[in-house]
């Protein structure tokens, strides 16, 4: 069965905008044709539907590698129920796959959270295709809103067990590099697992040294770090000049700047960029009292905190990260769209089926107007209730 997306500007893989058709098959793209006088996708006799989008654009569905829960569940939850509210409200909201992460938990409880995960059936909306370990190999002087209790040494069996009850989802592994074994842990999980620097207190040559061991990722870009500064670089100094590590950046608008957003993606480029939210269980939900990780969590409006006032995650989703991106922080559609898409699903290898529109990928896809709002959102080829 063939679907027809015609008259889109679609994204394309190459960065950039391109007036076309765009067909669909047994939910996957088919073919991305560019629309000219000599070429007419809907002329195929084949085609069941066809989708007018003129006046409309056409992006891969969105990719979030770092967030917490929504709509009132939690990723460390540990359920089932948890995981479907999950999938269901960021697909209703353009994010078609999903990694999302724990938190600083005990270790028994953090071991459920893995398997309930690993052994997790999909359910219909977002796909649900890693898990972003942060923590507990993190530093207790920089552990943000994690539980101090819980905070522990790298421990490669332990991560060996946790991965293990995942069925290998675990994409990513947060540390901080100047802890107690930490460079010994990058040397024996790197090639199987992302490493990424992490609610840290590192200096600069001890960062330098985890991205010459093998880490490859920034968590929360200036977040639960040393500020970046002129005597003193630390690991944003160190990410920066690797030339290859990739960095998390939360713009919702509390996390960080404007002005550090654009010049974040001056320093790094926009190829080094990738878009999170860090969304935890009040998004999508009214102003209240929640929880994040077991210790109490205050949202108000966009703001989350601990009642300490620690900053404590995100109430925003990554569509919206992405709006702000580009509305309020200046940088062009085209360089916000790929990070939120194709730099995430590269970062976790799964771009061979997700991160943009092209033959033989998932077609997962959002179609948004000119405003930036969403009109209408697919997942394997079939239209979903937003």
Do not use: W
Request: aromatic share 6%; with cysteine; proline share 3%.
């Amino acid at each position: 069965m063939y679907m027809i997306i015609k008259n889109a500007r679609v994204f394309t893989e190459d960065g950039s905008f391109m007036q076309g058709d765009v067909v669909v098959k047994d939910g996957r793209f088919d073919s991305v044709l560019e629309r000219t006088a000599d070429t007419d996708a809907a002329n195929d006799s084949e085609s069941q539907e066809i989708i007018d989008a003129s006046g409309l654009i056409m992006i891969p569905g969105l990719v979030d590698i770092h967030f917490h829960g929504c709509k009132g569940a939690d990723m460390c939850d540990g359920t089932t129920e948890a995981l479907d509210v999950i999938t269901a409200y960021e697909a209703s909201v353009g994010v078609t796959s999903v990694c999302p992460a724990t938190m600083t938990i005990q270790r028994d409880e953090l071991l459920s959270v893995m398997k309930n995960a690993g052994d997790y059936n999909y359910h219909g909306g977002a796909h649900l295709v890693g898990i972003n370990m942060e923590g507990p190999f993190i530093s207790p002087s920089k552990k943000g809103a994690q539980a101090a209790e819980n905070i522990m040494r790298c421990d490669y069996d332990y991560f060996c067990e946790l991965q293990d009850a995942a069925h290998g989802l675990i994409k990513l592994v947060d540390i901080a590099p100047e802890e107690p074994g930490a460079i010994d842990f990058i040397d024996r999980v790197r090639g199987s697992v992302v490493v990424s620097i992490a609610h840290t207190a590192a200096d600069y040559d001890t960062a330098v040294e985890a991205i010459e061991h093998g880490a490859s990722h920034a968590t929360h870009l200036y977040n639960a770090m040393p500020p970046l500064h002129h005597r003193n670089p630390g690991v944003i100094g160190a990410v920066r000049d690797s030339k290859k590590c990739h960095a998390e950046l939360i713009c919702d608008g509390v996390h960080i700047h404007p002005s550090v957003i654009r010049a974040t993606f001056a320093m790094f480029g926009a190829e080094r960029m990738i878009l999170i939210s860090d969304s935890m269980r009040a998004t999508g939900l009214e102003d209240g009292e929640y929880t994040l990780g077991g210790q109490a969590v205050t949202v108000r409006g966009p703001l989350a905190t601990l009642h300490d006032g620690t900053i404590a995650g995100s109430a925003t989703n990554l569509m919206d990260c992405m709006r702000f991106t580009v509305r309020q922080a200046g940088i062009p559609l085209e360089e916000a769209i790929m990070c939120a898409t194709a730099n995430p699903a590269k970062e976790i290898g799964i771009y061979d089926e997700a991160g943009s529109i092209s033959a033989g990928k998932r077609a997962d896809f959002v179609l948004l107007n000119d405003d930036l709002d969403i009109v209408s959102v697919y997942i394997d080829g079939k239209e979903i209730s937003c």
